[in-house]
């Protein structure tokens, strides 16, 4: 349940979708696993585990979605085997070159016959709507996942009016003011042990710097040589520690005074509250976290649009 990563849009209108009604939405695309013909499965699963048959966790005015995707794995080395296996039996038979279609149909009957022997491999997107602070958080930084995971709610929904965060000023140019100390960090921030500089004029100029002293002389004369700062690691409020990034995606999300495996020694308590208890106190972290990193770099950015 705890994040690591967090990618946030803004909803463009409010959401005032009730738990209830979202809920309904997404049954109609719960997740099914894949049959022996299938190679793909994606649907939403309960965010509390196969125990719950709740597709929507609710919390302090939070909610919690988990979408699940079972894929069946078939390298594209073992199809290429057996096509070439099966192309060179059927050349000798026919006493011919097999061509164009032809080969694309063998391909399509390798697939299917491979298909139910193929192992298979789930991975697992979550969701944080917070309706009172207009964000839709995705615990995830590939552009080609959180792609997927919208995708599938807005299918689900039948819209999703969203847009990633943009601030009106840019991250790049604040981490790299303050990592040469020309720019004094706000009271509640702190600066972390990394970051990533990176050449303006070559991407390939890439310095990674991992527990070191970010306001040593030798980590800012690096931001002297013409590099920008890519990444920082930060802390507010000596809360939550995290690694941002110059596009607004946070990643290495790590709550200070709270263990993630706190859960698994309670025991004596129910699980059902101990995850509340903790998506609770994630989610009310997360509300001061990403409204005040906002702020900080100058609010949403405004539309340039007449």
Not at 15 to 26: Q, V
Not at 141 to 169: F, H, N, W
Not at 241 to 269: C, H, Q, R, W, Y
């Amino acid at each position: 349940m705890w994040f690591k990563a967090a990618s946030l849009f803004q909803f463009i209108d409010e959401f005032t979708m009730t738990p209830e009604a979202l809920e309904e939405a997404l049954a109609t695309k719960a997740y099914e696993p894949v049959n022996r013909r299938q190679l793909l499965s994606y649907g939403w699963v309960p965010p509390m585990g196969d125990d719950s048959e709740q597709l929507v966790h609710t919390a302090s005015g939070f909610m919690l979605l988990k979408a699940r995707r079972e894929e069946r794995i078939l390298p594209a080395s073992v199809i290429a085997d057996h096509m070439a296996e099966r192309i060179q039996k059927l050349e000798h038979t026919l006493e011919r070159k097999i061509r164009g279609k032809e080969k694309l149909d063998i391909r399509d009957n390798v697939v299917m016959e491979l298909t139910p022997q193929a192992f298979t491999k789930s991975s697992y997107e979550q969701i944080l709507i917070m309706p009172k602070q207009g964000l839709l958080v995705i615990d995830n930084s590939s552009a080609k996942k959180i792609d997927q995971c919208t995708t599938l709610l807005r299918e689900s929904l039948g819209s999703l009016p969203i847009a990633p965060v943009q601030t009106e000023i840019g991250q790049a140019g604040l981490y790299t003011r303050w990592l040469k100390g020309t720019r004094k960090l706000p009271k509640d921030l702190e600066m972390g042990d990394e970051c990533v500089l990176q050449d303006e004029d070559n991407a390939s100029g890439t310095v990674r710097c991992n527990k070191q002293d970010l306001t040593s002389d030798e980590i800012r004369a690096l931001s002297t040589t013409g590099k920008h700062v890519q990444k920082i690691g930060l802390t507010l409020n000596e809360t939550v520690n995290f690694v941002l990034d110059d596009e607004f995606v946070f990643s290495k999300i790590k709550f200070v005074d709270t263990n993630p495996e706190d859960g698994a020694d309670m025991a004596d308590l129910d699980s059902r509250a101990v995850f509340d208890s903790n998506f609770s106190l994630m989610a009310l972290e997360f509300s001061t976290l990403f409204p005040r990193l906002i702020e900080i770099f100058g609010g949403y950015k405004q539309s340039t649009d007449p």
